[in-house]
């Protein structure tokens, strides 16, 4: 069974930085967009930054400049970089894949637990 498991959440002060990473893991015939959505109780999980498996990257507005994602295709990992944190950067993190695993021939939606980001003096 394919999943992908967050990691590096925690509490940050307004201005620092944290770093996360998510792992797909399973049998995987091919991993093609992956990204960061987060969501605050009360609204819709929104995208955070995306990547594709070239490396086409694309960005919220509310973090550009702050945030840096990247992948390592052969280690099936994905990353987000978060400078500058906000408290409105306050959220569960969620990681995201799009994947065809073993023995299926379309691809799949398939999200992470979440990992709390939480941005406070």
């Known amino acids: 069974q394919v999943q992908v498991v967050e990691s590096g959440g925690g509490l940050v002060q307004p201005g620092g930085s944290l770093s996360l990473s998510c792992v797909a893991s399973g049998s995987i015939v091919s991993l093609n967009e992956m990204g960061w959505y987060r969501q605050v109780p009360g609204k819709e999980r929104e995208l955070v930054a995306a990547i594709s498996s070239g490396g086409s990257t694309r960005y919220a507005d509310s973090v550009k400049g702050r945030f840096t994602i990247s992948r390592d295709n052969a280690k099936k990992q994905v990353y987000l970089q978060m400078s500058s944190l906000k408290p409105e950067d306050t959220a569960v993190y969620y990681c995201?894949?799009?994947?065809?695993?073993?023995?299926?021939?379309?691809?799949?939606?398939?999200w992470g637990q979440g990992t709390l980001v939480t941005v406070s003096s």
């Open positions: 995201n894949a799009h994947l065809i695993p073993g023995g299926e021939f379309r691809y799949l939606e398939v």
